[in-house]
């Protein structure tokens, strides 16, 4: 399958450059906290780009430019964040600080990303009431998936249900940057990661009154099998639903509208 062999491949390359790092003697917090620094120029650059054209206008002069640089930027980002738990299982060294301070900054990273992107929009003139709103509900919505969990964490075993996990949301913000496409990714991510949120209450719930949720459709019925994005990563219907959110993020030209404006113009 298309994200079972692309996840073997990156997983040995994570692990090829983790040892090189664990021989330099580069440790897992050095990592995470290079993540947030390169996650804050990137909020920069967003803050100055995200407001340009829509798909694939690469002229330097102009802010796309600008949102280039965010993307590799937040390439780099993206690496610490996977090589630094790497480094920790490779090295012998985790500990629960470090995953403290994993958790932690990453919730500093999504705000660094999204109040990037609202800046940038109050910078337009007028300014875009409508994408600074859903840059607002994107970062709730990030926040809420990792406080959902935690907080559920300390009344159950564990609570990991839902597709939008933290890499599939560092993969929509990449994928729309380099489509120069950031309105599709703030309606998506406003929108969609709300039903992760919601699954893990609906699962803590469940869990507490003494029921056990299914958590893999292929352990269901047919009204649970086509239910796609409840699908694991590295099978068929996962892949379906990905693709679909990718082409999304691509293809889905979104201009320069602002109904919330409107409707507060009345």
Same mark, same amino acid.
């Given at each position: ?41 990137? /909020? ?6 995200? %407001? ?9 002069? /102009? ?30 060294? !985790? ?36 994408? $600074? ?8 919505? !990030? ?6 969990? %935690?907080?559920?964490?300390?009344? $159950?075993?564990?609570?990991?249900? *839902?597709? @939008? ?55 269901? *019925? ?28 691509? @293809?889905?030209?979104? *201009? ?11």
């Amino acid at each position: 399958m298309i994200g079972r062999t692309i996840g073997a491949g990156f997983a040995g390359a994570r692990d090829f450059l983790a040892r090189g790092l664990v021989r330099l003697h580069v440790t897992p917090n050095t990592l995470t906290l290079t993540g947030m620094v390169l996650t804050a120029l990137a /909020g920069v650059c967003y803050a100055g780009g995200s %407001a340009s054209r829509f798909a694939w206008s690469l002229d330097p002069r /102009g802010p796309n430019a600008l949102l280039l640089a965010a993307a590799g930027l937040m390439i780099l980002a993206s690496a610490c964040d996977m090589l630094d738990g790497a480094v920790a299982r490779i090295g012998n060294c !985790s500990s629960r600080f470090g995953a403290f301070l994993d958790s932690t900054l990453d919730r500093y990273s999504d705000f660094a990303v999204y109040a990037g992107i609202a800046i940038a929009y109050a910078w337009t003139r007028p300014a875009n009431l409508t994408f $600074i709103f859903l840059a607002m509900l994107a970062f709730f919505n !990030s926040f809420m998936i990792s406080y959902a969990r %935690a907080r559920a964490e300390d009344l $159950i075993e564990h609570c990991t249900v *839902g597709y @939008w996990q933290r890499g599939e949301r560092s993969a929509a913000i990449l994928i729309a940057t380099f489509a120069h496409n950031i309105p599709a990714l703030l309606v998506q991510q406003a929108a969609l990661p709300l039903l992760t949120v919601l699954r893990r209450v609906f699962y803590t719930k469940a869990v507490l009154e003494g029921k056990a949720p299914i958590t893999d459709p292929r352990q269901g *019925g047919w009204w649970l099998k086509v239910r796609l994005w409840r699908w694991p990563r590295k099978t068929i219907p996962y892949d379906v639903v990905t693709g679909l959110n990718i082409a999304f993020l691509i @293809w889905m030209p979104i *201009g320069n509208v602002d109904p919330l404006r409107a409707l507060l113009a009345g």
